[in-house]
């Protein structure tokens, strides 16, 4: 079974190497190309940097889940362990989805506000 948490593990990391490259290259990149996408905020620059911002924010979330498969492979599964890869992939979708977005993108506020009452949970000793 561990073995197969490793190897789950690396696949989960590897599918959002695979997903955020290809997913670029053969989907995003194409679909931009198009005129007819929804014009948001006067124009489609802000439609596309949501959906490029989106698209890759998916990759950080599958490698969270690698890194809760790893925990649980090492049982290591504590809550600051926990509350620490959750910190991480969600201060790491804040800092894409504020450069994505070059800020408009509002979600990043609630992004950083979730990444950061879980970075305190993991380092406050008292909870």
Not at 58 to 78: D, H, M, P, R
Request: proline residues 1%; charged residues 10%; aromatic residues 14%.
């Amino acid at each position: 079974m561990i073995t197969l948490l490793y190897i789950s593990a690396f696949l989960a990391f590897a599918i959002g190497i695979v997903h955020s490259v290809l997913g670029e290259r053969y989907i995003l990149r194409r679909l931009f190309r198009r005129d007819n996408l929804p014009k948001l905020f006067g124009g489609t620059e802000f439609t596309v940097l949501t959906l490029r911002f989106a698209w890759h924010i998916t990759t950080i979330a599958w490698w969270g889940f690698a890194a809760i498969l790893v925990l649980l492979v090492e049982q290591s599964v504590t809550f600051q362990n926990l509350a620490m890869v959750l910190a991480a992939t969600y201060l790491t979708t804040s800092i894409i989805a504020f450069v994505g977005s070059r800020g408009r993108h509002l979600s990043w506020l609630v992004f950083l506000f979730i990444g950061s009452v879980c970075l305190y949970a993991a380092t406050n000793t008292e909870l």
